[in-house]
């Protein structure tokens, strides 16, 4: 936020570039120390209007709010370290849909998946259980990157999804370990972290390049299961007529 769209006026000393903590402090009706305290990440108690006033003049998108909110209220998270354990009868869905899906957990582990993945994506059958993981796939796996026609866009928007799912999950063991992984492992990872990007998902149309079926595009749509929360699933609905052939949709092995 710039000191003129708030009202402020320019100085000699100071640019237009944006404010100072005592500035967005002041415009939120708190005081620095306060405010100071708040960017530290000290225990202090931190009020839903409180924190959308800074928010507000922060000018900060609603999916960066809702990020900070979740920060702000991490005592009220679930165990972040609650092992996700897939429902039968999550799997017995996704193995009913004729397209592409998957089942991920919090940290992006991939803990299910139908044939029409596995005919998008041989290689998952083939992954230790845990290699099996989204995020790290995107930017280690050279098949993977190599299905995507525009990688950098596709991976930012990854990573700034994730970067919001996690929330204050991030700082748990199992996140963490993805993170710290990927910054040892992939040089994209680490600029692409630092520009800490946060994103809500949306559906929206995905392309691939398929090994034998050429370029695909598909529906990016994702749902979570009222019964089990923590799971996500991912669904590639096809616009074109890529679907797996009618052979290759037997069961494949699951972890």
């Given amino acids: 936020m710039s000191r003129t769209a708030v009202g402020l006026p320019l100085t000699s000393r100071r640019s237009d570039t944006g404010l100072s903590r005592e500035e967005v402090a002041a415009l939120s009706g708190v005081s620095s120390s306060w405010y100071t305290w708040l960017e530290q990440g000290r225990d202090i108690n931190v009020s839903r209007q409180v924190l959308a006033a800074v928010c507000r003049v922060l000018d900060l998108t609603a999916a960066e709010g809702e990020?900070?909110?979740a920060l702000a209220e991490q005592g009220k998270e679930p165990d972040p370290e609650r092992a996700e354990v897939l429902p039968v009868h999550l799997q017995r869905m996704v193995d009913a849909f004729d397209f592409p899906a998957f089942i991920v957990g919090t940290d992006w582990s991939i803990v299910g998946w139908n044939s029409g993945y596995e005919w998008?994506?041989?290689?998952i059958a083939d992954l230790d259980e845990e290699a099996r993981n989204?995020?790290?796939?995107v930017?280690?796996?050279?098949?993977?990157?190599?299905?995507?026609?525009?990688?950098e866009r596709d991976s930012r928007r990854f990573l700034a999804e994730f970067r919001a799912e996690s929330g204050v999950r991030l700082s748990s063991p199992r996140h963490r370990a993805v993170v710290e992984r990927l910054r040892a492992e992939s040089e994209d990872f680490l600029l692409q972290w630092a520009e800490l990007t946060v994103e809500r998902f949306t559906s929206r149309i995905r392309n691939f390049r398929h090994r034998d079926a050429g370029l695909l595009e598909f529906e990016h749509h994702r749902l979570v299961p009222s019964d089990a929360p923590d799971l996500h699933i991912v669904m590639y609905v096809p616009t074109t007529r890529a679907r797996p052939p009618k052979q290759d949709r037997?069961?494949?092995k699951r972890r």
């Fill in 67 to 69: 990020y900070i909110s």
């Fill in 250 to 252: 037997a069961l494949v």
């Fill in 134 to 137: 989204l995020l790290s796939l």
């Fill in 139 to 151: 930017y280690t796996d050279p098949q993977l990157r190599e299905m995507l026609p525009d990688w």
């Fill in 120 to 123: 998008l994506y041989p290689r």
